[in-house]
């Protein structure tokens, strides 16, 4: 995903990365860019607020048990799997 504009962060970085920026796992320099980024990109900044729904959507729900590592890496590394299937052209989203 990319609006075509040139930017010092490349929106797909920004997006693998906008799970670790929610929770705030990343360090401040890092959390500057990524900010910075989605102040100037219209489409990272609709992902990022889609992304935020969808974790405080399941904090609502789910925030009150503690999940095993090993099962947030599996869900983790499958979103991204879907992603990457999504921008590749390989995975169809249904309406």
Do not use: F, W
């Not at 959507?57 to 095993?68: D, F, S």
């Not at 991204?80 to 299937?85: F, N, T």
Request: aromatic fraction near 4%; glycine fraction near 6%.
């Amino acid at each position: 995903m990319s609006c075509g504009k040139p930017h010092e962060t490349d929106c797909s970085d920004v997006l693998d990365a906008v799970y670790s920026y929610l929770d705030g796992e990343i360090d401040p320099q890092d959390r500057a860019q990524i900010r910075v980024h989605l102040e100037e990109c219209g489409p990272c900044l609709a992902e990022y607020g889609l992304e935020e729904a969808v974790k405080k959507l399941i904090a609502k729900h789910c925030g009150c048990e503690q999940v095993p590592a090993d099962l947030r890496s599996k869900v983790l590394n499958r979103i991204e799997e879907v992603r990457v299937q999504m921008v590749e052209g390989r995975l169809e989203v249904a309406d």
